[in-house]
T-cell receptor, first 112, second 115 residues
Framework: AQTVTQSQPEMSVQEAETVTLSCTYD???????LFWYKQPPSRQMILVIR??????QNATENRFSVNFQKAAKSFSLKISDSQLGDAAMYFC?????????FGAGTRLTVKP | DTGVSQNPRHKITKRGQNVTFRCDPI?????LYWYRQTLGQGPEFLTY????????KSRLLSDRFSAERPKGSFSTLEIQRTEQGDSAMYLC?????????????FGAGTRLSVL
């Protein structure tokens, strides 16, 4: 079975600094998608960024970028110039044609 | 607002009662997913529909759980004879095939508390 592992239950970053959240996954599939979702307290989950496994170029969305290492099955999220509104639970997710799995999440705290 | 809508937002019930949740997906989305999320964990996949067809069911979905999407639009998730272990947030998400497929948009969830 595919698994998604987020090894950092909690992370903290100073406002305006950069933080990297880790994610590794296990799969035997060659075609899949990877996602980072953000879930603010008591609010709905929203998509931050996604990566297609067949693309070598790392995805970027404004202050959010990923480091996708397919051979290592690693998919980390970098948040640059952290803002107070970035504080949330961040979930790494994997989707293939027949499976969708989420990691346990990383709680990010942003210190002013 | 054209996002994914879930009702009710909160449900408190006594053990043994039946509960039903509703999800209204984004209107042009043909896929609809149900997840369960317990405190401190990521969402766990329960089931998914493409149009009105239920294509996948997780082993987590016991016989007490049933989901329907009768006209390929809204969906309902029913839990019969609720147990305390059913207490969780139930999330619905929708997506569409083609274009930016595989991006799921989530609702705010229904939080179930079984006393």
């Amino acid at each position: 079975a595919q698994t998604v592992t987020q090894s950092q239950p909690e992370m903290s970053v100073q406002e305006a600094e950069t933080v990297t959240l880790s994610c590794t996954y296990d799969t035997s599939e060659s075609d899949y998608y990877l996602f980072w979702y953000k879930q603010p307290p008591s609010r709905q989950m929203i998509l931050v960024i996604r990566q297609e496994a067949y693309k070598q170029q790392n995805a970027t969305e404004n202050r959010f970028s990923v480091n996708f290492q397919k051979a290592a099955k690693s998919f980390s999220l970098k948040i640059s110039d952290s803002q107070l509104g970035d504080a949330a639970m961040y979930f790494c997710a994997y989707r293939s044609s027949n499976d969708m799995r989420f990691g346990a999440g990383t709680r990010l705290t942003v210190k002013p | 607002d054209t996002g994914v809508s879930q009702n009710p937002r909160h449900k408190i019930t006594k053990r043994g009662q039946n509960v039903t949740f509703r999800c209204d997906p984004i209107s042009e989305h043909n896929r609809l997913y149900w997840y369960r999320q317990t405190l401190g964990q990521g969402p766990e996949f329960l089931t998914y529909f493409q149009n009105e067809a239920q294509l996948e069911k997780s082993r987590l979905l016991s016989d007490r759980f049933s989901a329907e999407r009768p006209k390929g639009s809204f969906s309902t998730l029913e839990i019969q004879r609720t147990e305390q272990g059913d207490s969780a947030m139930y999330l619905c998400a929708s997506s569409r095939t083609g274009g930016a497929k595989n991006i799921q948009y989530f609702g705010a969830g229904t939080r179930l508390s079984v006393l």
